[in-house]
């Protein structure tokens, strides 16, 4: 039988291994934004291609289209549209579609984003401003753990890159609903309606089952135009879009060929994995590090970021996972030791995409604080990516 007769593989399977390799080439974009925003030579290029204005004036708040702009604002849909068919495909036809299957990983992706946000707001107190940054590190970035987790190969059992995947996945849709709620700011009524119709449509096309994957993108990226001109950040118009592309349920088998959401999904990876994600790292991962001293590394922001994010999200989903098992509301799975599941929380902890994204949100139009959040950030990141490491190589080997 040819491949093409079998259709694509199982869009976990590629999840897990594009994942991986793509962890490895967000690193390697972060690295690189970092050392031209370094270089005398390169780093007032890198701020002015970032910041050139190259297209129309889309929405009158935003005013003229830049790179910087098109990337958070046009190419993160594409990643978020990415995120939303994810996100439809474990609910519909995969480990989060039964009832039983969610309350792990909810309970510990609830708690991985509570205690967090609790963690920062402790630090930044009262401080006028700096408690709209809460949310910052919240979110894990599942393609930089998981390619840590590659990095160790087989002491890192599949079980374990599961039950991260899994609670990522949940993560995510907590990260969605908290750009959508948090950070929308003033509603712009015509625009919002317009949003409205496009959703209508794409509810109707999805009811009369349209397979055809071009009438939703086309509608999409309509919907794209008005969520961007209502306030409400643009990105949700890839979650909303995802949520009406059609799926064909195969469960215990490789996705079906005739799916339009497996279709999609395994065209888009690639282009997250290796372009999109990156290009954000790349655009927004560049912080100035001359000058930097002891004040401006023990700012508030700084080290509620990062504190936020190496504490806050293993003490959250390690308690969590820990507490539900000794209560009996779920069983720890099978096969993985406590201590492996402590290395899994430590890596959940890189918050690297999703918590610079975020912070860009929360302080617009401030340098500064934006660049304590990717202090912050790659601070808290790389501790957790280091310690995260450390304990899943050690507990591996221990037990091998």
Do not use: C
């Not at 890159?161 to 993560?171: G, N, Q, S």
């Not at 302080?363 to 790389?382: M, Q, R």
């Amino acid at each position: 039988m040819t491949a093409a007769r079998r259709g694509p593989t199982s869009a976990l399977r590629d999840f897990l291994r594009g994942e991986a390799a793509g962890g490895f080439v967000l690193v390697a974009a972060a690295v690189l934004a970092l050392v031209i925003a370094n270089l005398p030579a390169t780093a007032d290029w890198y701020a002015h291609v970032l910041h050139a204005e190259i297209g129309p004036v889309l929405a009158p708040a935003l005013g003229p289209m830049t790179i910087h702009l098109w990337i958070n604002d046009g190419l993160m849909a594409l990643f978020f549209l990415f995120v939303g068919l994810e996100i439809k495909r474990e609910f519909v036809d995969g480990r989060l579609a039964r009832r039983e299957q969610r309350r792990l990983p909810f309970i510990a992706a609830a708690a991985g984003m509570a205690v967090p946000a609790l963690t920062y707001l402790l630090v930044v107190g009262d401080r006028v401003g700096l408690q709209r940054g809460w949310a910052i590190p919240a979110a894990t970035d599942i393609a930089f753990a998981i390619g840590v987790m590659a990095m160790l190969g087989k002491r890192v059992p599949s079980s374990l890159k599961l039950l991260l995947t899994t609670v990522a996945i949940v993560d995510d849709m907590g990260a969605v609903a908290i750009i959508a709620l948090a950070y929308t700011e003033e509603i712009r009524a015509a625009a919002l309606l317009g949003a409205g119709v496009a959703l209508a449509l794409l509810y109707v096309m999805n009811r009369r089952g349209v397979r055809a994957l071009w009438p939703y993108l086309a509608v999409g990226a309509v919907l794209w135009l008005f969520v961007l001109q209502s306030g409400v950040h643009a990105t949700i118009a890839g979650v909303a879009t995802a949520a009406f592309v059609p799926l064909v349920p195969t469960p215990g088998a490789p996705d079906a060929p005739d799916s339009p959401l497996h279709r999609l999904e395994h065209a888009l990876h690639p282009w997250v994995a290796y372009a999109i994600v990156p290009l954000f790292a790349f655009a927004n991962a560049g912080v100035v590090l001359g000058g930097i001293g002891w004040s401006e590394l023990t700012a508030p922001v700084v080290i509620g970021v990062a504190l936020g994010l190496f504490l806050g999200k293993q003490i959250g989903i390690f308690g969590a996972l820990w507490g539900v098992a000794r209560l009996g509301i779920a069983p720890k799975p099978h096969g993985i030791s406590w201590t492996q599941v402590h290395g899994m929380a430590l890596l959940a902890g890189i918050g690297f995409t999703m918590s610079l994204f975020i912070g860009d949100l929360a302080f617009p139009g401030d340098a500064l604080l934006v660049a304590e959040v990717k202090i912050g950030v790659l601070a808290g990141s790389l501790l957790s990516a280091a310690a995260g490491a450390t304990v899943l190589a050690v507990s591996g080997r221990s037990r091998r």
